[in-house]
């Protein structure tokens, strides 16, 4: 999801291998190391201990058939390099499939702090973790299939509602206090600490109808984040019908759309 595209997603090579350079490798290692610092008593456990099981790099960018080879053992999710943008339909068949896209360039040097396109660091940082936990990639799985069931563009963009609020930026409660599992959230060193320490935001417990007729914004950070009593909730959800909440959502119309706050990197 993006305004429009600024960088230029790297072709891989035969075995799907994309070529990096220095300085592009330096730019993972300064980002990983930033947020390794700041994500303990903010990220969930569940994602501090997938991040320590899934073993990413700290000095290099890894390669999408690293990382597959990496899930194998726990979800079998399959990690496939595609351009910056992709259709909604191809995304909601890669899901469904058991595969997760992810782009291959990274940030620049000055957008380190904020950029709305996913690079590679937002990705495999913020997503590959969690694809680790059954129940998350039970839930990408559901929500890939119920984009497919989907009759048009409105049933979508609703439906996208769901990914924003959970896997991009959700929060969850523990028993140490709320805490975030959001890829956004995490991949991001100002989000991370505004999510969980800022008192500008709403933060309300997740209920998927609500979570349906909330609409959000890409350019900000969020003025409103929606928190799962823990991740069994997510498998709930994944269980259910969720296209027909989407229509149910579409029925019952939208709530106002939620104001904005302008992310800086110096929240
Ligand atoms: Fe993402």
Redesign the pocket.
């Known amino acids: 999801m993006g305004k429009g595209l600024t960088y230029a997603s790297k072709t891989p090579d035969a075995r799907g291998q994309v070529a990096y350079d220095a300085e592009e490798h330096a730019t993972w290692a300064i980002l990983y190391q930033r947020q390794l610092e700041i994500l303990p008593g903010r990220a969930c456990p569940e994602y501090l201990d997938a991040l320590a099981r899934v073993g990413l790099p700290s000095d290099h960018i890894p390669q999408c058939p690293d990382l597959t080879a990496c899930l194998r053992q726990s979800t079998g999710v399959e990690i496939v390099p595609v351009p910056a943008l992709i259709s909604n339909e191809r995304f909601f068949e890669l899901l469904a499939s058991g595969r997760f896209p992810c782009a291959t360039f990274i940030r620049s040097r000055e957008e380190l702090e904020y950029l709305e396109e ?1 690079d590679v660091f ?2 495999v940082f ?2 590959v973790p969690l694809l680790s936990d059954a129940r998350f990639a039970d839930f990408a799985r559901a929500y890939g299939q119920a984009g497919l069931a989907c009759r048009n563009q409105q049933e979508q963009d609703v439906l996208a509602r769901l990914y924003w609020y959970t ?2 930026f959700g929060l969850v409660q523990t028993p140490q206090g709320i805490r975030t599992y959001g ?2 959230v995490i991949s991001s060193i100002g989000e991370t600490v505004y999510a969980i320490e800022s008192t500008t935001p709403i933060r309300r417990p997740f209920d998927a109808l609500d979570v349906l007729r909330t609409p959000y914004r890409i350019d900000a950070f969020q003025t409103l984040y929606y928190i799962l009593t823990g991740f069994d909730e997510l498998f709930s959800v994944a269980k259910s019908d969720i296209t027909g909440l989407v229509r149910r959502a579409i029925r019952e119309g939208d709530y106002r759309e939620t104001a904005s706050v302008r992310g800086t990197a110096d929240i």
């Open positions: 996913p937002h990705e913020g997503h896997i991009e890829a956004g």
